[in-house]
């Protein structure tokens, strides 16, 4: 085979593929890529990073203990996992409204 012919085989094989892994794209893929890059960016941000309201708990007149704290951050990451997984979910069944909704309340959680 000549050069010419093996550089359109490897072009047109390239091509296929690109346009094979797009056309199973669900259609939240790009804005969750980018949150997740906008995560790991933020990593030495001392300002970013998961967060939650208050609870009700906390505002009785009362110190949190280390436990408490440590027990509320756990839950708050297990919730963050739990909904990006459900925005990914919901992103591979190409269900556009649940991802993009379930994908908010995950930047809701996360402050960058």
């Not at 690109?18 to 259609?27: E, F, I, K």
């Not at 996992?81 to 909704?101: F, Q, S, W």
């Amino acid at each position: 085979m000549s050069k010419l012919r093996i550089r359109s085989a490897l072009m047109v094989s390239a091509v296929l593929a690109l346009s094979s892994t797009w056309a199973h794209a669900g259609p939240c893929k790009a804005a969750i890529a980018e949150f997740e890059a906008a995560i790991r960016q933020s990593a030495g941000n001392p300002m970013a990073g998961l967060m939650a309201p208050q609870s009700t708990a906390a505002q009785l007149d009362r110190q949190p203990t280390v436990a408490s704290v440590k027990r509320e951050q756990a839950q708050l990451r297990s919730q963050f996992a739990v909904t990006m997984a459900r925005a990914k979910r919901l992103d591979a069944a190409g269900d556009l409204e649940g991802c993009t909704e379930a994908l908010n309340a995950a930047k809701r959680l996360y402050i960058l």
